[in-house]
C-alpha cells in the first residue's frame, strides 16, 4: 500500500481511483465495511481504491478538552489500512484552516482534482466541510456535479452500531474481549521499553514496562494474558500488569509486561531494553489490588501467570 503523507506526495498522474474518507481510529469492522466496499468498487472499475484520514485527530483540533484518546497510534492505523487491501492511503494535517473549507471546496479540490475519483464509498452519517454543513445527501449531489457515483454502507452491528465510542468504553471497563470482537482483532498498544523500578525482576517475574508515550489506549487496571510482539516479529506468550501498583504505593499507571516462561538460556539475547514492541491484550484475568505483604503478591502473580498461561494454551516449559 502506498502512504501519502501530505497532498504534496500524491501522484500528479493519479490514476482513476474509488475514494473512502474517515478517522479511522480503532479501523474496527464498521471501518472494514466501508473500506472492504471501496476496495471491491475500485476492482470493479479498474481504479485505485484510497482511503483519505486525518491527523491529528479533528477533535484535538476542535474541542482538545474533550477530544476522545486515541485507541490506537498512526502506525498501527497505517498498517490496519494496509491490511484490509487499500492501494494507498492519504494522510492528511487536520488544521483550522483546512476545515474552513467548505464542503464543496473540499470534494472539488481533493476528491476531484486530486484523486480523480471516479467513486466515493462512504457511510450514511459522513459529514464534511465547514461546521461539517456536508452530509450524504450534498456528497451525492456533489457527486452529480462532478461525474462521480456516490455509494453508502450501513451501519455494521445488531443491537448497536459498531463504532470507536463503543471501543473505548469497553476498554474503560477492561473488557478486552468485547473490544475485540468490535475490533475484529485483539486490541494492542505500541511502545518502547524503558526501565522501571526492577521490582518485578527482584519478585522472580521480569517485565518489559513500556514507555509513558506509548500509543493506544491504556485499558482499566487490572492483570490480563496477552502476547508480546518484539522487533523481530516474534510473538511472546505474556502476563500483563497495567496500574499503579499498589502494593508499593504507586501513582502514575504503567503498562508492564511479563513473558511467560522466557528461555532459560541465552537470556542475554532477550533484551527487550530500547525495543518498540506491541503488547496484545486478550483477557483481562483480574483487578488490581493491593497486597498484604510480598509473599501475598508473589502467590497472586505465580497464580497469574498460570492463569495467563491457560488462556493462552501454552503449555510449561
Known amino acids: 500500500m502506498h502512504y501519502w503523507k501530505g497532498l504534496d506526495a500524491v501522484p500528479a498522474d493519479m490514476a482513476p481511483t474509488v475514494v473512502t474518507i474517515g478517522n479511522f ?26 482511503a483519505i484520514t486525518f491527523d491529528p485527530h479533528p477533535a484535538l483540533v476542535h474541542r482538545p478538552d474533550a477530544a476522545p484518546e ?122 518502547e521499553v524503558v526501565h522501571g523500578h526492577a521490582r518485578g525482576r527482584e519478585l522472580g517475574f521480569p517485565t518489559a514496562n513500556l514507555d509513558p508515550e506509548a500509543t493506544g489506549i491504556i485499558p482499566a487496571d487490572g492483570v490480563y494474558a496477552g502476547w508480546v510482539i518484539d522487533e523481530a516479529e516474534v510473538r511472546w506468550p505474556a502476563a500483563i500488569s497495567v496500574g499503579s501498583n499498589p502494593t508499593f504505593d504507586g501513582v502514575s499507571r504503567v503498562v508492564e509486561a511479563h513473558v511467560i516462561d522466557r528461555p532459560e538460556e541465552g537470556v542475554e539475547d532477550f533484551d527487550l531494553y530500547g525495543q518498540q514492541i506491541v503488547v496484545e491484550f486478550i483477557s483481562r484475568l483480574r483487578p488490581m489490588v493491593a497486597y498484604r505483604g510480598i509473599e501475598a503478591l508473589i502467590e497472586q502473580m505465580t497464580e497469574d501467570v498460570d492463569q495467563a498461561r491457560t488462556v493462552l494454551a501454552v503449555e510449561s516449559c
Request: aromatic share 6%.
Open 25 to 50: 481510529d480503532g479501523v474496527h469492522l464498521g471501518h472494514c465495511e466501508v473500506l472492504d466496499a471501496a476496495v471491491t468498487q475500485a476492482k470493479a472499475r479498474s481504479a485505485q481504491s484510497v
Open 70 to 191: 486515541l485507541i490506537m497510534g498512526i502506525a498501527d492505523r497505517i498498517d490496519t489500512l494496509a491490511s484490509v487491501g487499500l492501494d494507498a492511503t492519504l494522510m492528511i494535517h487536520y488544521t483550522l484552516e483546512f476545515a474552513d473549507q467548505s464542503a464543496e471546496d473540499f470534494v472539488r479540490s481533493l476528491i476531484v482534482e486530486k484523486l480523480h475519483a471516479v467513486a466515493v464509498v462512504v457511510g450514511h452519517d459522513v459529514r464534511f466541510g465547514r461546521n461539517n454543513s456536508g452530509d450524504f445527501g450534498y456528497m451525492r449531489e456533489l457527486g452529480e456535479k462532478y461525474n462521480f457515483e456516490v455509494i453508502g454502507v450501513e451501519d455494521v452491528g445488531d443491537k448497536r452500531r459498531l463504532s470507536s465510542t463503543w471501543v473505548r468504553e469497553e476498554l474503560a471497563a477492561g473488557d478486552v474481549e468485547e473490544a475485540a470482537k468490535i475490533l475484529g482483532r485483539p486490541h494492542r498498544m505500541r511502545g
